[in-house]
């Protein structure tokens, strides 16, 4: 799938799995199932990690769950703004 870079070790991201919104800063988090590991180490990393990293994949994610009210938080907490239809990723227009 994806290499997420940590401390200089690499992890391959196996899928996203949810995210959650700090209650006291707001800021969002993903929560992350790990290749070749046991689900006991999935962890919570913080988006911005992970968008940096892995834009288009994280993206993807976060669009396929936009029916969720969360991730339609963090669609529009990234920038994006609201898709039409089945946007391709190319199409993806960023709010300045």
């Not at 870079?5 to 949810?18: G, H, I, Q, S, W």
């Not at 800063?25 to 046991?38: F, M």
């Not at 999935?42 to 936009?66: C, K, R």
């Amino acid at each position: 799938m994806a290499q997420y870079v940590f401390n200089a070790a690499e992890f391959e991201v196996n899928r996203f799995l949810d995210i959650r919104f700090d209650k006291k800063d707001g800021t969002a988090e993903v929560l992350i199932k790990w290749r070749g590991l046991d689900t006991l180490f999935n962890s919570w990393e913080p988006v911005g990690h992970i968008h940096e990293q892995l834009p288009e994949l994280f993206v993807q994610f976060v669009q396929g769950n936009l029916k969720k009210p969360r991730f339609h938080r963090l669609w529009k907490q990234l920038g994006f703004s609201e898709p039409k239809g089945k946007e391709a990723m190319s199409d993806f227009v960023r709010v300045n």
